[in-house]
């Protein structure tokens, strides 16, 4: 199962998502910033490289808000884990999104994710994780391909 780590950056009420370009996998679908965990290295550590390599910033990667396991269609799981993000240094910058936005998580299900979002999207939208992680359990696991 590959291991995927992403950035929960707020500020405010806002948290940036980000769209991928015609050219990646799953073109055009919305997500937040972030990527693979390489072998041997802490999914940490492999957000801050993602943070920095994508947006050019260096960010404080908070705690754990939840862990989503997902496996899609054609056979491919991930096991991604979402971390908050509520401090960086320097600007955001878009370097390899097709569109960057600010968005309240009450628009983020009229935005066509990526699947492996979709459930945690919609806890979010709903109020069942919060920001400010009061009465949060980091480490909330919870599979996105369950039935409804």
């Known amino acids: 199962m590959k291991q995927v780590v992403a950035a929960l950056i707020v500020e405010g ?8 370009t015609r050219h990646q996998s799953m073109p055009l679908k919305w997500e ?4 693979k965990v390489e072998p041997d290295e802490r999914p940490e550590d492999a957000l ?5 390599e994508e ?4 960010a404080t990667i908070g705690p754990k808000v939840a862990t989503v396991r997902h496996q899609y269609e054609n056979g491919n799981a991930v096991e991604l884990h979402f971390y908050l993000v509520e401090h960086y240094a320097g600007e955001i910058q878009n370097r390899i999104f097709r569109d960057v936005r600010w ?3 009450e ?5 066509d994710f990526l699947e492996a979002d979709v459930a945690f999207i919609k806890e979010l939208a709903e ?12 480490g ?9």
């Open 13 to 20: 009420n806002k948290i940036l998502i980000c769209q991928r």
């Open 107 to 111: 628009e983020m299900p009229g935005y």
């Open 48 to 52: 801050y490289r993602e943070l920095e």
């Open 127 to 138: 109020g069942k994780i919060s920001f400010n992680l009061q009465g949060l359990k980091p």
């Open 55 to 58: 947006l050019g910033i260096r």
């Open 103 to 105: 968005t309240t998580r």
């Open 32 to 35: 937040f910033p972030g990527g």
């Open 140 to 148: 909330i696991l919870f599979r996105s391909d369950r039935p409804e």
